[in-house]
């Protein structure tokens, strides 16, 4: 059964620092392109980063550059998030996605909140 499981969300306050992950099992991870998404409260689902299959390539949402980087790891089936400098408005659920063609898979989300 294909996962992808997120941890590393947490309560923090502003200007710390985070660092997300998402385990994936059961399908060529090194294969799939892999972004974050995150989901404010009461908004839409958002792009925040993405990586290439080899890591060679990475992408951020303007909001995040600076602070925000992805990476990841194919040996372990691993994304990660590293998030610094947070601000309230990092604030919500976030998620993985592998994608490659039109086959992609969405993990369950990771709460990240950012308040004094």
């Known amino acids: 059964q294909v996962q992808l499981v997120e941890s590393g969300g947490g309560l923090v306050q502003p200007g710390g620092s985070l660092r997300l992950s998402c385990a994936a099992s059961a399908f060529l991870f090194s294969y799939y392109g892999m972004s974050w998404y995150r989901q404010p409260p009461g908004r839409e689902r958002e792009l925040v980063a993405s990586i290439s299959v080899n890591g060679g390539n990475t992408n951020y949402a303007d909001s995040v550059k600076g602070r925000f980087t992805i990476s990841r790891d194919n040996a372990k089936n691993t994304v990660y998030l590293q998030m610094n400098s947070l601000k309230p408005e990092d604030t919500a659920m976030y998620y993985c996605?592998?994608?490659?063609?039109?086959?992609?898979?969405w993990g369950q989300g990771t709460q990240v909140t950012v308040t004094s």
């Open positions: 996605k592998a994608i490659k063609g039109g086959t992609m898979y």
